[in-house]
């Protein structure tokens, strides 16, 4: 079994689109209005309206209600990575800084509220 994607349900699929296309640097691939995905080696953020689970009723997933999930990019140089962004960002939880474990990190908040953290292994 292969983990294909992370789907965050919005409200606002363009704003958030938009948001990823600036934290990756790379343009959102849009088969249709309501979707929007970021495609990596290792996997796929994808964003798509509330109404693409409107058949789920009362299990839908709410939006902008995530307090649990954390998702992780790993980037080369966290540093440069948060200097390029910070301009951008409205809700800087962790500047970066150097993991207990190693990891060099620094986590904000997606215009949605959902946690996003940049990180780099440590080296050899």
């Known amino acids: 079994m292969d983990l294909a994607s992370i789907r965050i349900i919005?409200?606002?699929v363009d704003r958030l689109a938009r948001f990823y296309e600036s934290v990756t640097g790379a343009a959102a691939e849009?088969?249709?209005?309501?979707?929007?995905e970021f495609r990596t080696t290792t996997g796929t953020l994808a964003i798509a309206s509330t109404v693409t689970v409107d058949?789920?009723?009362s299990h839908a997933p709410r939006p902008a209600a995530n307090s649990s999930v954390i998702i992780e990019f790993l980037v080369v140089d966290v540093d440069a990575e948060f200097?390029?962004?910070r301009d951008a960002l409205e809700d800087i939880v962790l500047e970066p800084a150097t993991m207990p474990w190693g990891n060099r990190s620094t986590l904000f908040r997606d215009p949605d509220g959902n946690l996003v953290n940049l990180f780099s292994r440590p080296a050899d």
């Open 10 to 12: 919005t409200h606002d």
């Open 30 to 36: 849009r088969p249709a209005p309501v979707f929007a």
């Open 55 to 57: 058949m789920l009723g």
């Open 83 to 85: 200097a390029r962004l």
